[in-house]
Structures are given as C-alpha cells and as structure tokens.
RNA sequence: GUGACCGUAGCUCAGUUGGUCAGAGCACCGGGCUGUGGCCCCGGGGAUCGUGGGUUCAAAUCCCACCGGUCACCCCA
C-alpha cells in the first residue's frame, strides 16, 4: 500500500485537537502583542531562500526541497518562514504602512534531514517578525513573547540563553581571530570543526565534540569585539529582560545557522527534549531585508516548533464531550427528530444523531463511549403519547419532555443540556 | 548523508534449538438482557508475519538486499 512520505507525518483525531489549542493560544498572546497575521505561500522560487538564508548553510546546501516547474523555473519548499514574510514585505510595500510593523504566521516548513526525535521533514513553526524598530525595547520584547507563549502552553524545564553576535562593523574582526585560533589548533580539532574552519567558523563554537569544547574555553569572545554600539545595545537588551523579570543565561557560543542574523541571538532550549533540543530559537536581522532588495530596514524574529513544543507542553483535557446523543427507534421517530437535531446543533450543541438503525443497547453504548452528557430516546412509545425521554448519561435518570410544540421542546432541551461548549 | 537497534491483527505484544506458530490482551461488532450504557460472561470479523530474493523436505524464525521506524551523529525549530 501507497504509505505517507518518509519524515511527513498525519496528524490524527486527539492529536490535532492539541494543535489546535497551540495555536489559539499563540493567536492569542499575538494578538496580546499587537502582531497581525500573514499568510503566505508554502514555495517560493530558489533563489529567495539562497539569498536571504545564505549559499554556504547546510540548510540551502544540502537540505532543500528544491525542483524545477514545468517552465523550468527552479522552486522550493520554503525550509523557513522568514525570507517569505521579507518577500512579502517588500512586494506588497507594507513597510509603508507604519514604522513598525508586527506579523506572524503559523505553518508547515520543510528540510530534507533524516527524521528522529523532535525532527521531521515537514514540521511547524509559529513565527513572529517585526520591521522597522532598531530599539533594544524591541528585541526584548519578542524574547519576551516567544518566552510567554511558550509558559502558557505549560512547557517545563525551559532555559533561555541569550547573546550577540556584533554587526558587520564589528563581527568580521571576531571572525578573523576566531578564524586564526582555530588554524592554531588544526591539529586536535575534530574533523567537522576543520572544515568549519573555512567555511563557516562561528559554527565550530558549538561543536558537540567534549575536546572541541575544551579548547574552546581559551577561544577568543565575542564579547571582546563588539563595538561599542553593539555592547551598548545588548546591555539595553538585558536590562529590559530583567524589568520584565525573564530568567536568562548568557552563552556566549550561541550561533545561527542562518547567514542573516545579527546582534541579538536567543535560543530557548528544553534539555529532556535529548539531541534536538531547541524548542524557539530566533534574532535579528537588519541587512535582510535590504540584502533582498528592498528598503533598509531592520528585522527580528523567532520561531517555535510545534512539534518540539507539544513535547514539552502540558495541556488541559482537550477530548471532546458530547452534549448529546439523539437515538431515534424506527423511521417515524427519526423524521421527528431531524428537525430539533438541526435546531439544536444551531445554536452550537454537539449533537450526534444515528442514522444506521441500531438497537438502543448499541447506541446506549455508543453515546456513553462518546461520553456523551444526556441522550435523547424516542421510539414508538414515546411517539404514541406525544413525548421524548431525555437520559442523563452520568446519573442514568431519565426525563419525560413532551414533543409538543416543537419550540417549547427546543427551549426545555437546552435548558437541561446548558450552554454549549465555546470550543 | 553516516551509525546502532528494530519491523507479527487498528493498538500493545507472545511466538522456545527452523517442524499445527498464525496467537493473546485492548479496540471494534454482535449476543446473554426481544426498548436502556458503564461491570461480567460468550461469540464474531480482522494479519499476503514490512517488501523481494535466497538456504531448506520445511522459514515469522537463518542469510542478503531494499523499504520503513526509533535513537544518535550531522544540522536545526
């Protein structure tokens, strides 16, 4: 049989009940936030993505979904939302329509790794980005974000740790010396880290490898090349994380993956989760919009994974209770009962009606499995004297409703069955 | 892309040195209770034992390949 694509997962009945609650509660602290939604295309031609995330990252190398349209035009799976919201910002001149401006958007992202725990192919972001502020205020405040969306999903053992990576004034200094410490210690680096060397240094920082890392410790620092701006503006950082009470480590190792970022770098990482272990990870990035064509403004922004945050997230009840199971007995009986199960779903009542003819037994059953709150029961009988019988499920008392007339009927029903469920 | 482990009903798993080994529990459907659920008892449907080769008189069981899963490397959300 034909099976789902390697890394592409379902999404089935009682899980995506969770996923649901994720992302209304992101909307809401969104909208908390005064971020509005975009919504935007899931392919994007090639080039975006090797302009803005950067022609060297593995990400662009080796790990895009990446095919040629039947023009011949090559298009990709977007493997980030970032350089979609920037094209999208630009095409459509929204920076234009204030100072800043604030989105987000939740959806599917895809990398062709191989999967394991807490990584798929297709997986799920929440993202947020705003454009135009250069203010410290701002970078604190979407740390800050990203932090209470998490918290308020319930997730546990979360750490945050912060850095800077300097700017284009200050960054390629540090590049260098780092670059030459390294040629220093070819010899006892991994093989990884000697390739980074090249290519990509700040990479090497964080290295896995336990002899890398020791080394490491005598590595020169960022922080002993940031210009005085960049210092300034990451002191500015910090002191608002505090006012805002956010509990924060400084690491001075953290690096991006992506070319683009600057200055503010942050991670949210949750330990239990084992290799894959950032759940939000985000920073800023004031060239990219720039660098792809449009005005220069700056960016920040973040993503969390969904999936990395629905394993750590703790999550009320979310299984749904049916208010009411309605058991017609015959023909006649389900003709009179088609108009009050319309009437009553209406008004926002889950209502299940059975249209297979069972036997009451069955469908006695059936509603309890449902956990269904009260059942409505009418047969011959009942029709005969003019009234329905409503069982309560949890107390298996039943009440006798008469039929007649159909609005009175209405109103006592929902009357016993209470207000509806806002979910 | 590399490595380790794994792959038997929808789910969780038994299956002894290859020889009634195609099983159990849960779930599903029905009956006991001809119109009253949750407990109990009984019965039923449902599996080309991941796929394809090979060894053998005989393979779920041994060998090879492929596919898939899990975790780790790598990378990152």
Same mark, same amino acid.
């Given at each position: 049989?034909?099976?789902?694509?390697?890394?592409?997962?379902?999404?089935?009945?009682?899980?995506?009940?969770?996923?649901?609650?994720?992302?209304?509660?992101?909307?809401?602290?969104? #909208?908390?936030?005064?971020?509005?939604?975009?919504?935007?295309?899931?392919?994007?031609?090639?080039?975006?993505?090797?302009?803005?995330?950067?022609?060297?990252?593995?990400?662009?190398?080796?790990?895009? *979904?990446?095919?040629?349209?039947?023009?011949?035009?090559?298009?990709?799976?977007?493997?980030?939302?970032?350089?979609?919201?920037?094209?999208?910002?630009?095409?459509?001149?929204? *920076?234009?329509?204030?100072?800043?401006?604030?989105?987000?958007?939740?959806?599917?992202?895809?990398?062709?790794?191989?999967?394991? %725990?807490?990584?798929?192919?297709?997986?799920?972001?929440?993202?947020?980005? &705003?454009?135009?502020?250069?203010?410290?205020?701002?970078? !604190?405040?979407?740390?800050?974000?990203?932090?209470?969306?998490?918290?308020?999903?319930?997730?546990?053992?979360?750490?945050?740790?912060?850095?800077?990576?300097?700017?284009?004034?200050?960054?390629?200094?540090?590049?260098?010396?780092?670059?030459?410490?390294?040629?220093?210690?070819?010899?006892?680096?991994?093989?990884?880290?000697?390739?980074?060397?090249?290519?990509?240094?700040?990479?090497?920082?964080?290295?896995?490898?336990?002899?890398?890392?020791? $080394? *490491?410790?005598?590595?020169?620092?960022?922080?002993?090349?940031?210009?005085?701006?960049?210092?300034?503006?990451?002191?500015?950082?910090?002191?608002?994380?505090?006012?805002?009470?956010?509990?924060?480590?400084?690491?001075?190792?953290?690096?991006?993956? $992506?070319?683009?970022?600057?200055?503010?770098?942050?991670?949210?990482?949750?330990?239990?989760?084992?290799?894959?272990?950032?759940?939000?990870?985000?920073?800023?990035?004031?060239?990219?919009? %720039?660098?792809?064509?449009?005005?220069?403004?700056?960016?920040?922004?973040?993503?969390?994974?969904?999936?990395?945050?629905?394993?750590?997230?703790?999550?009320?009840?979310?299984?749904?209770?049916?208010? $009411?199971?309605?058991?017609?007995?015959?023909? #006649?009986?389900?003709?009179?009962?088609?108009?009050? &199960?319309?009437? $009553?779903?209406?008004?926002?009542?889950?209502?299940?009606?059975?249209?297979?003819?069972?036997?009451? %037994?069955?469908?006695?059953?059936? !509603?309890?499995?449902?956990?269904? %709150?009260?059942?409505?029961?009418?047969?011959?009988?009942?029709?005969?004297?003019?009234? &329905?019988?409503? #069982?309560?499920?949890?107390?298996?008392?039943?009440?006798?409703?008469?039929?007649?007339?159909?609005?009175?009927?209405?109103?006592?029903?929902?009357?016993?069955?209470?207000?509806?469920?806002?979910?």
């Amino acid at each position: 049989m034909v099976k789902a694509v390697r890394g592409f997962k379902d999404i089935l009945p009682g899980e995506a009940e969770k996923w649901c609650y994720l992302e209304r509660l992101a909307c809401k602290y969104f #909208r908390a936030y005064s971020f509005q939604e975009i919504r935007i295309p899931i392919l994007e031609k090639t080039e975006l993505f090797a302009r803005s995330i950067g022609q060297a990252t593995d990400i662009v190398e080796k790990e895009m *979904y990446t095919f040629l349209d039947r023009n011949k035009e090559s298009l990709t799976l977007r493997p980030e939302a970032t350089a979609g919201i920037c094209r999208a910002l630009i095409e459509h001149g929204l *920076y234009a329509k204030a100072k800043v401006i604030k989105l987000y958007t939740i959806g599917p992202m895809f990398r062709h790794e191989r999967p394991q %725990k807490g990584r798929l192919r297709q997986f799920h972001q929440i993202d947020a980005e &705003v454009f135009g502020s250069h203010s410290a205020g701002t970078d !604190a405040e979407i740390i800050l974000l990203a932090w209470e969306i998490l918290t308020a999903g319930g997730a546990k053992g979360l750490r945050m740790e912060i850095n800077s990576l300097g700017c284009p004034q200050c960054r390629p200094r540090f590049r260098d010396a780092l670059q030459e410490f390294l040629e220093q210690s070819k010899a006892k680096l991994c093989e990884d880290c000697q390739r980074r060397t090249q290519k990509n240094p700040l990479r090497a920082l964080d290295c896995k490898n336990e002899n890398c890392q020791k $080394l *490491y410790e005598k590595a020169p620092l960022i922080e002993d090349f940031w210009c005085s701006a960049c210092r300034e503006h990451f002191l500015e950082v910090q002191q608002y994380l505090k006012q805002w009470n956010l509990v924060y480590e400084i690491n001075p190792r953290l690096v991006r993956g $992506l070319d683009y970022y600057v200055r503010t770098t942050f991670e949210i990482k949750a330990p239990q989760l084992g290799a894959q272990d950032t759940v939000a990870a985000g920073g800023r990035y004031d060239g990219l919009v %720039k660098a792809l064509g449009g005005p220069d403004i700056p960016g920040i922004g973040f993503a969390i994974g969904i999936e990395r945050f629905l394993l750590v997230a703790q999550l009320p009840d979310l299984t749904p209770r049916l208010d $009411l199971y309605a058991i017609p007995l015959g023909k #006649r009986a389900y003709m009179t009962l088609l108009p009050v &199960v319309q009437n $009553l779903r209406q008004e926002g009542l889950m209502v299940e009606l059975d249209h297979e003819g069972r036997s009451l %037994k069955a469908l006695l059953k059936q !509603a309890n499995k449902l956990k269904a %709150k009260a059942a409505l029961i009418l047969g011959d009988n009942e029709l005969d004297q003019g009234i &329905v019988l409503l #069982r309560n499920m949890e107390t298996g008392r039943q009440k006798e409703l008469p039929l007649e007339p159909q609005k009175e009927l209405l109103k006592r029903l929902q009357q016993e069955l209470g207000a509806p469920c806002d979910s």
